[in-house]
């Protein structure tokens, strides 16, 4: 099941990336030491839409990817436990994502930077154990 497997590396490569990605962005783009608000207002505009149609789209994907994967091939371990438990911790990550953007939208004028930092962060770490888990497969 080749594709299968391709599919879900491409979709979680797109999950990944903009799970880094979006809260580094909100983080930085707009604050009031940015050169010219409006201009560096823009790229929060960005994040709704990435969020909604390309980040949660790809992280549904490499969950049913992966799903299918481990369905049709009957992989079955310790290590695909403690996966599932680390992909949940990164889809903790993508709805508090969801909730910084709100936040972000509701109240211009306040800074997120700390939160964003943290859970670019967090997200960093359970991505960093869901690929040891699999690529190292520590645990039978
Ligand atoms: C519910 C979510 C997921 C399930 C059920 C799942 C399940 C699986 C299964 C069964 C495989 C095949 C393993 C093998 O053949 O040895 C696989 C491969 C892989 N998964 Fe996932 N996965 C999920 C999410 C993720 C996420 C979020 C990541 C990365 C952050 C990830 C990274 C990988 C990688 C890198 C491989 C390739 C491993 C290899 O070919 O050796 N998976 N996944």
């Not at 999950?15 to 909100?26: I, R, S």
């Not at 560096?40 to 549904?60: D, G, K």
């Not at 049913?64 to 992989?75: D, K, N, P, Y």
């Not at 939208?105 to 964003?116: F, M, S, Y």
């Amino acid at each position: 099941m080749l594709w299968l497997l391709s599919l879900h590396i491409g979709a979680l490569i797109a999950w990944c990336g903009l799970l880094l990605y979006l809260p580094a962005l909100l983080a930085t783009a707009g604050n009031p030491t940015t050169d010219g608000a409006a201009l560096a207002r823009e790229p929060i505009a960005l994040a709704r839409p990435l969020f909604n149609q390309v980040a949660t789209p790809a992280a549904l994907l490499a969950i049913a990817s992966g799903t299918a994967l481990f369905l049709v091939e009957q992989i079955v371990g310790t290590w695909l436990i403690m996966k599932l438990t680390a992909v949940s911790g990164m889809a903790a990550c993508h709805v508090l994502c969801g909730a910084l953007i709100m936040r972000r939208e509701r109240q211009p004028a306040a800074p997120v930077t700390g939160p964003g930092l943290a859970l670019a962060a967090l997200a960093a770490f359970f991505m960093a154990a869901v690929l040891w888990l699999v690529l190292a497969k520590p645990f039978a």
